[in-house]
């Protein structure tokens, strides 16, 4: 039994909520430690496909727990939208379902904040999500935020909420942008209180006894290593840590209890929202991948940017979170392409850069170093057995695995559940 955190190596849409859908089979709990709603996490059951944004991709599986930890910036509209679909699922979320009174609540005047300076920026945009992530987290860090704690005490809660609303709806006039409705918003979140309060429980001790038990805990991460608050190209960034150290405060698990660290990592590269992309493909090329590969966001709709896979900025990934073993997604997405490249390293101005050295303003210019594989033509989405893939793939599967030294443990060819390959 484990502690193991699955992790998006890449800008988010790997596929983790495929992975942790499977993976979160035998768990006891499946943990979100981090971000919010501007997360899409994905699971397809037979015909039907679920999104999951703040609920963990584990819910279906009989015996899993699930926990939204306190690291998390909780919207209560669309968690109680997702407890319906869920419930109305026949999914008894009452023995499920955890929510640590340490998150914070993403209210109605931060997704309001989170458009208008999007608006503001103009052409400068980052293309955020716009709801609500950076201002909520922005609160929490400034000691303005308002928690799921706040929620247990109504009146204290009305008066904070009155405190922050008015002085946000006054940055929201600076902006020239409607106020919000202070009452109507409050009677929103009455009723969406009297929908959480039963969830609401601290879940540190339940992850403690947990560990010591020696059950079987999946840590979910959202969104993907280059949009660490930190340790991305800031300020093309999200507002939470996305390597794998977020968990330990936004969890509290201590680090020396991970076992695992899985990296799910997309056989070629996405990107929704503005910022440098080194590998980028444009024309005839991206759009035929992002048709194939369904490459629109899960949760705003937006197309996604299609680039070759990026192993210099891959290598960072894996080695920032002592990543031991990668997935490896969508690999039927790459059947019917002539040469398939690889990205390897980076020049800048002639020399050699890595991406752990680069600012924003350095990776839009860096030039990718590319190696060069035949692809294959044939259909590989029912293969299930790694001696039946094409020769190209085998070696396009072998290069990624001997450059970054890890393990690969699947590969996924579906979106369905089983639409793997073991890698023996
Ligand atoms: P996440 O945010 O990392 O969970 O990824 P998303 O759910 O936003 O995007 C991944 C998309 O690819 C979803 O539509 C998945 O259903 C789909 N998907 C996941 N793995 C595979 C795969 O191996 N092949 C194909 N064709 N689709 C996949
Ligand atoms: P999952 O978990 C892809 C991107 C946004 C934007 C930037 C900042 O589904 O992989 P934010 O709303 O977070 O302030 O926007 O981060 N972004 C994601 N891109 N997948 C995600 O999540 C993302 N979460 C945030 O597009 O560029
Ligand atoms: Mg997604």
């Not at 444009?282 to 680039?307: D, F, H, K, S, V």
């Amino acid at each position: 039994m484990s502690a193991d955190a699955i992790i998006g190596l890449q800008w988010g849409d790997e596929g983790k909520g495929k992975i942790v859908d499977l993976l979160a089979r035998e768990a006891d709990y499946v943990v979100r430690y981090h971000g919010g709603n501007n997360a899409g996490h994905t699971v397809v059951l037979g015909k039907k496909k679920y999104f999951f944004r703040l609920i963990p991709s584990g819910v279906f599986h009989k015996n899993t727990h699930v926990i939204i930890g306190g690291g998390v910036v909780l919207d209560p509209e669309v968690l109680i939208s997702e407890m319906d679909i869920l419930e109305s699922e026949g999914i008894n979320l009452k023995k499920k379902l955890i929510i640590s009174p340490r998150a914070h609540l993403i209210l109605p005047y931060h997704k309001e904040l989170d458009i208008a300076y999007e608006k503001a920026r103009g052409k400068k945009k980052l293309g955020t999500t716009k709801r609500g992530i950076g201002p909520a987290y922005s609160d929490k860090v400034s000691y303005n935020g308002i928690r799921v704690y706040d929620l247990s005490d109504w009146k204290s809660f009305e008066q904070k909420f009155k405190f922050q609303a008015g002085v946000k709806n006054k940055i929201l006039n600076a902006f020239g942008v409607k106020p919000i409705n202070i009452n109507k918003s409050l009677n929103s979140l009455k009723k969406q209180r009297t929908r959480i309060l039963p969830f609401i429980k601290d879940s540190f001790e339940i992850l403690n006894d947990a560990l010591a038990k020696r059950k079987k805990i999946l840590f979910e991460g959202a969104h993907g290593i280059m949009l660490d608050l930190d340790w991305s190209p800031y300020p093309f960034a999200t507002a939470s840590n996305t390597v794998v150290g977020g968990l330990n405060t936004g969890a509290g698990l201590p680090p020396k209890s991970l076992n695992n660290v899985i990296g799910v990592l997309k056989a070629f590269t996405s990107r929704v929202g503005e910022g440098p992309l080194p590998t980028e493909i444009y024309g005839r090329l991206a759009n035929a991948i992002r048709e194939r590969g369904t490459e629109y966001g899960t949760t705003t709709g937006r197309p996604r940017r299609i680039g070759w896979l990026d192993l210099e900025a891959v290598r960072f990934s894996c080695a920032i979170n002592n990543v031991n073993e990668i997935v490896i997604t969508k690999l039927d997405i790459l059947s019917g392409l002539i040469e398939i490249k690889i990205c390897t390293g980076y020049r800048l101005n002639g020399k050699k850069v890595r991406y752990s050295e680069c600012g924003y303003k350095e990776l839009e210019k860096v030039k990718p170093v590319y190696k060069s594989f035949p692809g294959w033509i044939e259909d590989i989405s029912a293969v299930r057995k790694f001696s039946n893939l094409p020769p190209e793939c085998k070696n396009y599967l072998k290069f990624i695995k001997k450059f970054l030294g890890v393990k690969i443990k699947f590969v996924s060819v579906g979106a369905e559940r089983n639409a793997n390959i073991k890698i023996s």
